[in-house]
């Protein structure tokens, strides 16, 4: 105990002692201390240089600090893939290994760089640090509905910010307050200080983007940057308090806290994440070994520091009245409040208003549980296990979420609503169900959301899957006791239901696809048909027998010469060739070389029409019949006398052609091909609108919400975007067609509110995310721990 220090008994190094006894030796002799008034001008010289000499002080202790922490990285996870079970998990730690070494001056230098802005800009209020995205509130970060790496990350980062704001409060108290003189009064706290431990985490975070490792890889890298860099700022503090006090800045400042000064406030706030990091210390050891899931630790945590900041006054009485409740007694209860929904009849199929009711019993299910001891022990108690408190409130809000999440309709989430007492129980039976992904009930849960996303009142016209969800959920109810094995046996159950409701709508889903895929090529060789005819015709006006030929027999030939051999085929090629005659040969023949050509063209096109038309399935009767008023329209071209009068009419009067009704036309009668013309009704959303960029983002089997005017609400997934097109295609659970939309459409639907997308990841990740979220806010205190 050589060098025993005055802060906090902890024991404090020569060098330490060596800069406290500066400050106080240079404090208390006056005529070393410059006085500086309470503030400086921040565009003044002198600030600069007391700015700089800061700079410089962060910047040789960070990099001295960082550096020696990215060689204990390269030693940490050489020892892992030494240790690891099988080569795979080998090769993983040595490709993290590669890329640390690879991108390490990168981070460095981004890091470094980072902060070093960030004091340089101080003596701009306006300017927030560039290092986060937005103000940090302090002892948190970020912690919204992301994704599950975000969430582990978040709650590293959380964990090694809450520990060192409430470890370093005193030192960096006085820290802020000197820099806020310097920076001419404007308030340095520990959400703005570049050197606080908030911010150093999150502009290392920022430049860890530059590394491509999983996040197993940047978790050991985060536990060790709090070890080697957060675990030694406060000689980086004492450093620069010595060295502002020798400036003159504040030299008699006080180095303590009052209790309720807003610095205290962030300490209490920081136990969050401190117990955090207490618990979860074995994430990287002297010996590193591999990292458990810290978010029902950091959860707890959450819950202890909400109730130290409540107070005793919310929500139970100050004291305990008689014993803690134990498992045993919780589980006895919630039995017989299990046995009191049972008890009530079958479940019937849920209405969308039973989830304002629901709802309501959610919250009030922690008086109750007390209410039902009480009966049974003869006393009601006032209190239970902090543990059981948390587990209580924790399950509670994960069925508010449910109750909320805008991704089930509203029928399920009443459904999955009556399974907050069967998870309570399991809860308090297997504290490991909110940290492993893959505990049983978790999986149940997850897989009965899944399901239920996809259910919509027209999908399950014989309520199949809906049957399905309630006879799940019934069996919990009225079987469950403390057998965790029926969560397994009911996943078993449900993924068999799953798999034939998957194999069924994918065969439906291949054949819409297949026949929304041939209407497409029908419809593109149909406008390449009619573009092609309508090119050649050109400004010409042609014979009404000529014309009907074209615009009915023929494009139809051409459009089925198209889906069969192809654009490059000779038999394509010929198809034009004849538009091309045909339409040589309806000019005037008035001399006789004109006259001769038209004789010697006249067999080829007879002889093309006749393969045409039997193509396009003509009679033998009624291609001779054609053929026969084109023989006629022909003598009239080279001069001769028809007698046929009705062939002769035929030439004139489109009407009466010998083509069946059944060949309908492809090309209108005096149309212009105009693809704009085509979509002149479509709307335009800009390419840079949000709408727009999450089209684009969709992915086939993403599920979306329409609800459409007049039409009632159905949920379909994205099955197929055609390659032709870029339409989007839409099925329903069962793999039937729902819609098909073009992306400026579906960008319009999402813009209106008329479609949503939900989301994919799973709602027990969903639902974690979101009550991390709600517990670091600051009214979180207000709803938590209460009955």
Known sequence: MAYRGSLRGRLVPPALQHYRGVAMNEASDSSKVVNLSPRLDPSSERVGELLSGVRGIANRRLQQWVANMFEHVDDALFDLAEKAENNAAQMHYFDGMREVRKRRPLVERNFLSAISRDLGELTHPSQQPSSVAAPLATGAVELSL?????????????????????????????????????????????????????????????????????????????????????????????????ELVRAGVLPQLRHE?????????????????????????????????????????????????????????????AMPTGPLPSANELLGALSVLQSQITSAGPLLHARAGDAASLSNEVMQLKGQLLTQIGALRGERPSHVATIDEDTIDLVGMLFEFILEDRNLPVEMQVLLARLQIPYLKAAILDRKLFAHRQHPARRLLDGLADQAKSWSEESDRDHRLLDKVKSIVDQLLHDFDDDMGIFERLLTDLQQFQDVSKRR??????????????????????????????????????????????????????????????????????????????????????TPESRQLLRQMLPGIERSLRLGLANVAFQDSDIERLLAQFHTYYRQQLGETVENVEAAAAVEDEAILAIPDSIQPVVERDA?????????????????????????????????????????????????????????????????????????ELAVLLADGHALVLAANALFDRAMSAIVGRLSQPDAAQTTGTE
């Open 505 to 590: 709508s994918e065969l439906a889903e291949q054949r819409v696809a297949e026949s929304t895929r041939g209407r497409e090529k029908l419809e593109q060789a149909r406008r390449r048909a009619a573009r092609e005819i309508i090119d050649r015709i050109g400004d010409q006006k042609l014979p009404p027998l000529v014309h009907g030929v074209l615009a009915r027999a023929w494009a139809n030939h051409l459009v089925l010469t198209l889906l069969r051999q192809g654009d490059e085929s000779p038999e394509y090629k010929s198809a034009l060739r004849f538009i091309d005659d045909f339409i040589a040969s309806t000019r005037p023949a008035h």
């Open 672 to 744: 212009k091909l105009d693809d704009e013309a085509l979509d002149r009704d479509a709307v335009v959303i800009a390419p840079d609108s949000p709408e727009w960029q999450q089209v684009q983002a969709l992915q086939p089997g993403t599920w979306l919400e329409f609800s459409l005017i007049e039409e009632p609400m159905t949920r379909a997934k994205l099955s197929w975007i055609s390659p032709m097109s870029g339409r989007y295609l839409f099925v329903n659970r069962r793999g039937l067609k729902v819609a098909d939309y073009a992306p400026q």
């Open 257 to 317: 806290v009052l209790r309720g000064h807003p610095a205290q406030v962030a300490a209490d706030a920081g136990q969050v994440a401190a117990i955090s990091s207490a618990i979860s210390s074995a994430m990287v050891a002297d010996d590193v070994g591999e990292i458990p899931s810290d978010v029902l630790q950091t959860l707890h945590a959450l819950f202890n520091a909400r109730r130290g900041h409540v107070g005793v006054d919310v929500g139970m009485s």
């Open 146 to 242: 992301v994704a599950d790496n975000d969430l582990e990350e978040s709650l590293a980062i959380t964990s090694m910010i809450g520990k060192n704001e409430q470890r370093l409060s005193r030192d960096l108290f006085a820290v802020n307050q000197r820099l806020s003189v310097i920076c001419g009064g404007y308030k340095i706290d520990d959400a703005s200080n570049p050197v606080a431990p908030a911010i150093l985490s999150q502009a290392f975070r920022q430049a860890l983007h530059e590394l491509s490792a999983d996040m197993r890889v940047k978790l050991i890298i985060y536990k060790l940057f709090d070890r080697y860099v957060l675990s030694s700022l406060e000689e980086l503090y004492l450093e620069i308090n010595v």
